[in-house]
């Protein structure tokens, strides 16, 4: 069975940090791209950073030099450190295999 199951949101003031992490089955894991979306109240789900088999990275841009993806292919596990968080970053942070599967996702909120 597939699972993503993500860990490591909370409340953080503005200007902290937070690292989530996603575990995932080791059959969806080692060959596809991994990534983290978000998704605020009232807002659409939005990308946050991927990351593919090889380790190329890629993120939205109001994230880009304050968050950094990294994955761990022996513990099959896919990370976001998230740095000088701002109130806006406040959102519900999904983990995401192959663009397709999805986890439950971890809160994250930022108090100003």
């Known amino acids: 069975q597939v699972q993503l199951v993500e860990s490591g949101g909370g409340l953080v003031q503005a200007g902290g940090s937070l690292r989530l992490s996603c575990a995932a089955s080791?059959?969806?894991?080692?060959?596809?791209?991994m990534g983290w979306y978000r998704q605020a109240p009232g807002k659409q789900r939005e990308l946050v950073a991927l990351i593919t088999p090889g380790g190329s990275t890629s993120y939205a841009a109001a994230v880009k030099g304050r968050f950094t993806i990294s994955r761990d292919n022996a513990k099959n596990t896919v990370n976001l450190q998230m740095n000088s968080l701002k109130p806006e970053d406040t959102a519900v942070y999904i983990c995401c295999a192959a663009l397709t599967l999805w986890g439950q996702g971890t809160q994250v909120t930022v108090s100003s």
């Open positions: 080791r059959s969806i894991f080692s060959d596809n791209v």
